[in-house]
């Protein structure tokens, strides 16, 4: 069946940085665009950025210049480069097979001084 399993959250101070990973399991990783979300209490999930299966690269106007996404397919793993981290960025992180409903159980981050 398919997993993802998010990995690599914690809390840190403003201006501090993380590097969130998310193992993939039972599709073919490399044939799918993948991407992170988060989630704040009482929201519904955002898009945080996505990368396909050539290496393009997306993000919300929000993360960019801060937020690296990368992947590496001998790894079935999708990153999360986090960096110049804000109050506002604290939410609960999820990776996302682009198109599919599939969700891990996502990454706490906690931006706080």
């Known amino acids: 069946q398919v997993q993802l399993v998010e990995s690599g959250g914690g809390l840190v101070q403003p201006g501090g940085s993380l590097r969130l990973s998310c193992a993939a399991s039972?599709?073919?990783?490399?044939?799918?665009?993948m991407g992170w979300y988060r989630q704040v209490p009482g929201k519904g999930k955002d898009f945080v950025a996505l990368?396909?299966?050539?290496?393009?690269?997306q993000y919300d106007d929000s993360v960019k210049g801060r937020f690296t996404i990368s992947r590496d397919n001998t790894k079935n793993t999708v990153y999360l480069q986090m960096n110049s981290l804000k109050v506002e960025d604290t939410a609960v992180y999820y990776c996302?097979?682009?198109?599919?409903?599939?969700w891990g159980q996502g990454t706490q981050v906690t931006v706080s001084s």
């Open positions: 039972g599709f073919t990783f490399q044939t799918y665009a």
């Open positions: 996302n097979a682009i198109g599919r409903a599939w």
């Open positions: 990368i396909r299966t050539e290496g393009r690269t």
